[in-house]
């Protein structure tokens, strides 16, 4: 397999039919390839979040720096929900991190380029109980490897690839962009605050660290000093924040209140919904009584 594989483009040609793990492809990539590189040139990755930890950690930087560097935003659905996709070059749409000799993050190229030309569905039938994982096969003009004659399964191209681990980690994170499109518009668009926590949780784990070590989420969530320590760990802190999502999103509670924490910010958000509306008030006093504002008018 070359270095070099990308998320098939928009308007690429995907075959129709469904994969399962056992059915048969015939594909092969490798280095002396004609094509060597084409698939990184208009290369459109999506990033999932366990595809950020390991760009980030391989390029020696924080979350928020390499989102910030490498990655640009984007809506995943029509309810806006933030996705982040890698940056091409400006002058020309090739993938930032390949280099002439291919991939420089090839250990830690994200799922998508893994598993390119071979596409991952995760999809939800309405009276299925979880989720199911169909494959599919984009074949593109550029890409020479449908050529090749190596024949093998779905099950094993994975296994090549090492996309198992990558699939591993991000399982939780697909049940729960499914689990939000499920719900559908019956219960609203959901707040930009729900949009940024989410976003938080996903994809910036320096930042979601922070988050975990302030005052108020350690007076709002009972966890011992070992599970504060886990933290340290970027793959465990991932994990936690995918349990936090589903509370704080749908309600399904893993994650033990501190006892009061939860009429303390009721108690909180009270007191500051108060003091906003006596500000509005005294505005709309000094509005109304001109002799008190003689500065005014
Ligand atoms: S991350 Fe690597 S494999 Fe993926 S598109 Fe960029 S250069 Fe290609
Ligand atoms: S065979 Fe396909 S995946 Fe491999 S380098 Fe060529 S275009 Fe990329």
Redesign the pocket.
Known sequence: MS?????PPVQSPVVPNLLGLDDIIQFDCHKGISCF?A??KQ?D?TLTPYDIIR?KNRLGMSSTEFLKQYTAPFEMDSSGMPGVK?RARDEEP??????GE?????DD??S???Y?PVGLMAMRPSNAPKEEHHYCLVEEPHCKGHQEARKLSVAEYRKEQGVEAYDNMNREWYQIILKRRSAGPAVGKPSPTSFQFFFLCSYDVDRFREFTRTESFRNTYALSDDEFSSFNDDATLLKFGYRLMMQVLFGEASIPLREGALEERIEKRREIHQARRELEIELHRQKQDPYQNPGEG
């Open positions: 270095q070099n594989h990308a998320q590189n698939c990184c290369a990755v760009l890698l090739v993938c930032l991190l390949m280099t291919g991939c420089s993050v090839y190229r994200p998508t380029c893994r390119y």
